[in-house]
């Protein structure tokens, strides 16, 4: 059975580690991103983590009901790395351009994270934020719900989905990396046009095109699909 979470307020007159480093929920996902870049989902574990901030594994659970605990706030905080600038400035495409483009790089910033994370539903404070914004930018654009929910739905589902993609690429050895990167030049480009006519014509576009996310197209054409099912609605 899972320890209950000790509250804000008491966790706070607790006493600092042994070097004088006063713990918070904040500082122990901080630390948990650094050692996830560092080291890798395997090297995340209660012990190192205790290690890391000169305490006890057992005190972090005063503040988490244990490592998937964690791994949402996490999760959430990369959510609210996103938002933090971010406002919604009335024009509904642009709005949900902008912040679709910061959630990818907030992720991409922390790509060990990214894997982590990005198939979770967290319920904390910055994920229902977003979602609460993303919904409000498409019903005051003048979307129908059953159309504001589908949109949100791709709109998430996409954002996230091309996270998990380009932070798996990110994270890979660098020697598996451009390994991969230089297969479109080593063997695309070098393709006959009698055997792979359509690869042949199009290596040197794909050679440039697949070494960058797809991710802003992509995102451009959703919008614009859901630019034409608002003009539908108006007309």
Partial sequence: MPKPVVPEEKRRRRRPTKSGTVLSEE?????ALRMLREHGSAGLTARRLGLALDADPSTLY?????????TLAIG??????????WRPTGEWRADLRSFGLRVHAAYLAHPQA?????NRVTGRAHELAADEAVLDVLRTAGFPLPDTVRIYHAFIDQTLAFAALDAAS?????DS?????????STYARLPATTHPRIAEAASLLATR????????????LLDSAAARLQTLRD
């Fill in 27 to 31: 500082l122990i996902v901080e630390t």
């Fill in 114 to 118: 990214a894997l982590l994370t990005t």
């Fill in 76 to 85: 959430d905080a990369l959510i609210g790395q996103a938002l933090q600038g």
């Fill in 177 to 185: 990396l451009h390994a991969d990167e230089d297969m479109w030049r």
């Fill in 62 to 70: 005063r503040y988490f009901r244990g490592m998937d605990d964690l």
């Fill in 170 to 174: 990110l994270a890979l050895p660098s």
């Fill in 210 to 221: 697949m070494l960058t996310s797809a991710y802003p197209t992509a995102l451009e054409m």
